[in-house]
């Protein structure tokens, strides 16, 4: 489905019955990732979306990357869709980037967020360094050399060669990454979310006290667990877990994520629930 914002054009996808639960993808891929880590979950309707400059949500070419791209860019595309979609209230998640936006609106709108979920977080106040540096150089080799060349590059980068070793899954989706139409099409979003921050300091997470799920694993060259503590040690309402690697037992990892997810979920709408006081009739 096609939902216009100004100069944008955004592709957007509605799936399921229930509460409102909006999941955005990650760095360089598309709301396809976000519905297969979503596929089992049951009782809620999924909203998932291309950000611009990723999967066919093109940047527009009209406004500076600066103004279309980033945590706070994307938190606010996020926010007015689930206003073109009536929604009032949702719980909203991502994976790795997709967290980082999910954050970003939680603290920038919290009456928006009925409850955060960080999947594989990669950043904290600061640019995704040097866990990112890769993608944010295939962004910067893609625009001055082209695919090609870029593709020579990483695959002859000292990096690269020792996560083929350490990684091989992790290597080969780095090797797609430059493949990726998107990516092709706008590649100096990568360096541009990498250097970028979904919130200033930790006083923004220490006030925000919206119930949070925060998953992490360890073995994940591109989503440090260290990141996820943090998240979880200055988040006020956090729930932490750790899931099998996605890099090492992918289809655990993605059972295992599906569950946590579905029963978090389920435990907020039970709170929420429990808080709702009957409604009961009047004297007849």
Same mark, same amino acid.
Do not use: K
């Given at each position: 489905?096609?939902?216009?914002?100004? $100069?944008?054009?955004?592709?957007? &996808?509605?799936?399921?019955?229930?509460?409102?639960?909006?999941?955005?993808?990650?760095?360089?891929? $598309?709301?396809?990732?976000?519905?297969?880590? !979503?596929?089992?979950? @049951?009782?809620?309707?999924?909203?998932? =979306?291309?950000?611009?400059?990723?999967?066919?949500? /093109?940047?527009?070419?009209?406004?500076?990357?600066?103004?279309?791209?980033?945590?706070?860019?994307? %938190? @606010?595309?996020?926010?007015? !869709?689930?206003?073109?979609?009536?929604?009032?209230?949702?719980?909203?998640?991502?994976?790795?980037?997709?967290?980082?936006?999910?954050?970003?609106? %939680?603290?920038?709108?919290?009456? !928006?967020?009925?409850?955060?979920?960080?999947?594989?977080?990669?950043?904290?106040?600061? /640019? %995704?360094? /040097?866990?990112?540096?890769?993608?944010?150089?295939?962004?910067?080799?893609?625009?001055?050399?082209?695919?090609?060349?870029?593709?020579?590059?990483?695959?002859?980068?000292?990096?690269?060669?020792?996560?083929?070793?350490?990684?091989?899954?992790?290597?080969?989706?780095?090797?797609? +990454?430059?493949?990726?139409?998107?990516?092709?099409?706008?590649?100096?979003? !990568?360096?541009?979310?990498?250097?970028?921050?979904?919130? &200033?300091?930790?006083?923004?997470?220490?006030?925000?006290?919206?119930?949070?799920?925060?998953?992490?694993?360890?073995?994940?060259?591109?989503?440090? @667990?260290? =990141?996820? $503590?943090?998240?979880?040690?200055?988040?006020?309402?956090?729930?932490?877990?750790?899931? /099998?690697?996605?890099?090492? &037992?992918?289809?655990?990892? &993605?059972?295992?994520?599906?569950? =946590?997810?579905?029963?978090?979920? $389920?435990?907020?709408?039970?709170?929420?629930?429990?808080?709702?006081?009957? +409604? +009961?009739?009047?004297?007849?």
């Amino acid at each position: 489905m096609l939902y216009r914002a100004g $100069d944008l054009d955004l592709r957007y &996808e509605v799936h399921g019955t229930g509460p409102d639960l909006l999941f955005m993808h990650g760095l360089a891929a $598309d709301r396809q990732q976000a519905e297969r880590c !979503l596929s089992t979950i @049951r009782g809620f309707r999924v909203i998932t =979306v291309d950000m611009p400059g990723h999967g066919i949500s /093109p940047l527009s070419g009209r406004s500076t990357l600066a103004e279309e791209v980033g945590f706070h860019a994307y %938190a @606010r595309v996020a926010g007015d !869709l689930l206003q073109y979609l009536g929604v009032t209230t949702a719980y909203v998640g991502g994976i790795s980037m997709g967290s980082g936006v999910a954050l970003t609106l %939680a603290i920038e709108s919290p009456e !928006l967020v009925s409850g955060l979920l960080l999947i594989r977080p990669a950043w904290v106040n600061g /640019p %995704a360094r /040097p866990h990112l540096d890769l993608l944010a150089d295939i962004g910067h080799w893609i625009a001055d050399g082209g695919v090609e060349v870029a593709r020579q590059r990483l695959v002859s980068d000292r990096r690269f060669v020792d996560m083929c070793s350490d990684s091989p899954m992790c290597a080969n989706g780095l090797i797609e +990454t430059i493949q990726r139409p998107h990516v092709t099409a706008a590649p100096m979003v !990568l360096p541009a979310l990498v250097d970028d921050q979904p919130y &200033e300091s930790n006083s923004d997470l220490e006030t925000c006290a919206i119930p949070a799920l925060v998953v992490s694993s360890d073995d994940d060259p591109l989503h440090p @667990r260290w =990141v996820a $503590d943090r998240l979880e040690t200055s988040l006020s309402n956090a729930t932490a877990h750790i899931v /099998p690697p996605r890099y090492l &037992e992918p289809e655990d990892h &993605e059972r295992v994520v599906a569950s =946590v997810i579905q029963s978090f979920l $389920d435990q907020c709408v039970e709170a929420e629930t429990n808080r709702t006081p009957a +409604t +009961t009739g009047g004297p007849t």
